[in-house]
């Protein structure tokens, strides 16, 4: 365990602070008030409450892995992946939010905003119909070509396990929909007319969407085209979307399987605690959802094995 330096001195010597060293009021603690040792003591507290909160992290995912390898070795068995080291497979964050019919007025007003981006990005290029020239030197512009190539479809078992904690954002921002998103759209399709932005953006909104979430966030992720999404919907990863992609490199062609599980699921030690979603993806991209699997109950000392 961590502890705060300890300072030693014999009886009668002047308390000093562990910071420079000079004598300090012994009423002070053992940090002298001059700012440059205050500043040294927030970067310290600051530095500590970093490191609690990375171990407290560690110690989650730890329990985690270990509480969730049966079901995911379930899971893998029932795509036809005997053992667990024989197929991607990860962790995700999990959230548990109805689906429902896209309410009228959100989708009028999510229109209202797509209109108005639409509308800025002809307006700023010329004013009238004429489609702006791809840019020569636009760091953006090259970093969304290298998000948008396709990707293996198992690595949307993580946000189909999640179910888009991330997309919760994009409820507000309108699914960061801006007029330079329609630009770019416009420098890779110079057909493009407004009523066609229009037409297929609208397209792409699912039948039910997620409650509170992005107007494209649906049953199994975004239903939105990788290319036609936002720039930080397409370069943004989570960090176990990103672990999950290491997986796949490493056993490509194999399929994914992944535990959706709250942060909240180590306070709940009993078998078939409601926190867990599964989603397995075979070879072959057929995209299912476990719910018969369970929760096994928390205990010290789970076995890793994969058999």
């Known amino acids: 365990m961590h502890r705060a330096p300890v300072t030693f001195r014999h009886p009668g010597q002047p308390i000093r602070c562990r910071m420079c060293h000079r004598p300090v009021p012994t009423d002070t603690g053992d940090v002298?008030?001059?700012p440059t040792c205050q500043t040294r003591l927030r970067v310290e507290a600051a530095s500590e409450i970093s490191r609690q909160k990375r171990q407290r992290d560690e110690d989650w995912l730890e329990v985690s892995k270990r509480r969730t390898r049966s079901v995911l070795r379930q899971a893998a068995k029932e795509i036809g992946v005997p053992r667990l080291d024989g197929i991607a497979h990860g962790l995700a964050p999990y959230i548990d939010l109805r689906q429902t019919r896209l309410p009228e007025d959100r989708r009028a007003e999510f229109l209202a905003h797509l209109i108005t981006v639409i509308d800025e990005s002809f307006a700023k290029a010329d004013g009238v119909t004429t489609a702006p020239q791809p840019p020569e030197d636009d760091?953006?512009?090259?970093?969304?070509?290298?998000?948008e190539p396709p990707e293996p479809m198992a690595l949307n078992a993580s946000c189909i396990a999640c179910q888009g904690d991330c997309c919760m954002q994009g409820a507000s921002a309108m699914a960061f929909l801006k007029e330079e998103t329609i630009t770019c759209q416009r420098w890779k399709d110079p057909s493009l007319t407004r009523d066609d932005l229009i037409e297929l953006y609208l397209s792409y909104l699912p039948e039910t969407s997620t409650i509170g979430s992005c107007v494209y966030h649906g049953p199994q992720g975004c239903t939105l085209d990788r290319p036609w999404r936002a720039n930080i919907c397409n370069s943004f990863q989570c960090g176990f979307?990103?672990?999950l992609a290491e997986?796949?490199?490493?056993?490509?062609?194999?399929g994914a399987v992944v535990a959706g599980l709250s942060r909240t699921h180590v306070n709940d030690p009993s078998a078939g605690a409601p926190y867990l979603r599964v989603v397995s993806v075979?070879?072959?991209?057929?995209?299912?959802?476990?719910?018969?699997?369970?929760?096994?109950?928390?205990?010290?000392?789970?076995?890793?094995?994969d058999d």
């Open 247 to 254: 997986a796949i490199e490493k056993r490509p062609g194999t």
């Open 241 to 243: 979307r990103r672990t």
């Open 32 to 34: 002298c008030d001059r």
């Open 139 to 147: 760091p953006e512009y090259a970093e969304r070509l290298a998000h």
């Open 282 to 305: 075979s070879p072959d991209d057929t995209v299912t959802v476990l719910d018969h699997l369970k929760l096994p109950a928390l205990r010290k000392g789970m076995p890793e094995r």
